[in-house]
């Protein structure tokens, strides 16, 4: 683990949200957080996403409020700086990416 390396922040609301899905969607043990992108290919660029994944070799991970975070070390570049926040609201609900 890379605990003094942390690429992506987790926002509070997000590591709850990561945590009640993990719990309620019976996600397996050993499983943690990947943020990664999709794409870059193109006019349309790289997309970030997150989701749930075994760690692998290629993987920078590391532990924010008690959730691994796993990063493909090929995908840093991208999301480095990011902070995962979670919204909620009238009009949208989901995770979103903030610089």
Known sequence: MFDHL???KLSGRAALEVK?????????EGYGLRVGVRGG????GAQ???GFDK???S???YSVNEIEILIDKKHTM???GKEVDWVENETERGFTFNS
């Open 48 to 50: 970030l996403i997150i």
């Open 78 to 80: 991208y999301v480095i």
């Open 59 to 61: 993987d920078l991970a």
């Open 41 to 44: 290919h193109g006019c349309g």
């Open 55 to 57: 760690k692998k070799d």
């Open 6 to 8: 942390q690429p992506v």
């Open 20 to 28: 009640k899905i993990m719990q309620t969607k019976n996600i397996p």
